[in-house]
């Protein structure tokens, strides 16, 4: 029997959940964000995250990780979700 899994395996199935997975579900995205980062950190794979834009997400009605950049350069987080990214 296995013991083991792919570390391309958990980035992709997290991606997936903080892709499609509905708002309410915020908490969740949460710890399993949590949990893949403290993986990737320990072995040594972590190479950042970005935030999910509006227009990646699968319904406009979903709360994006970010909104377009603003005129100043500054990006934009209002009513914004921080667990709506994606892991490299």
Same mark, same amino acid.
């Given at each position: 029997?296995?013991? &083991? !899994?792919?570390?391309?395996?958990?980035? /992709?199935?997290?991606? $997936?959940?903080?892709? &499609? +997975? /509905? =708002?309410? #579900?915020? %908490? /969740?995205?949460?710890?399993?964000?949590? #949990?893949? /980062? #403290?993986?990737?950190?320990? @072995?040594?794979?972590?190479?950042?995250?970005?935030?999910? $834009? @509006?227009?990646?997400?699968? +319904?406009? $009605?979903?709360?994006?990780? !970010?909104?377009?950049?603003?005129? %100043?350069? &500054?990006?934009?987080?209002? =009513? @914004? =979700? +921080?667990?709506?990214?994606?892991?490299?």
């Amino acid at each position: 029997m296995r013991k &083991t !899994i792919e570390i391309k395996t958990l980035i /992709e199935y997290v991606n $997936a959940f903080n892709l &499609t +997975s /509905e =708002d309410y #579900m915020q %908490d /969740e995205r949460q710890g399993k964000n949590e #949990m893949l /980062e #403290m993986v990737l950190h320990q @072995t040594g794979n972590y190479n950042g995250f970005r935030y999910l $834009a @509006t227009n990646e997400l699968f +319904s406009e $009605a979903m709360k994006p990780g !970010i909104r377009e950049q603003l005129f %100043d350069g &500054t990006w934009n987080f209002e =009513d @914004t =979700d +921080s667990t709506r990214v994606i892991y490299f």
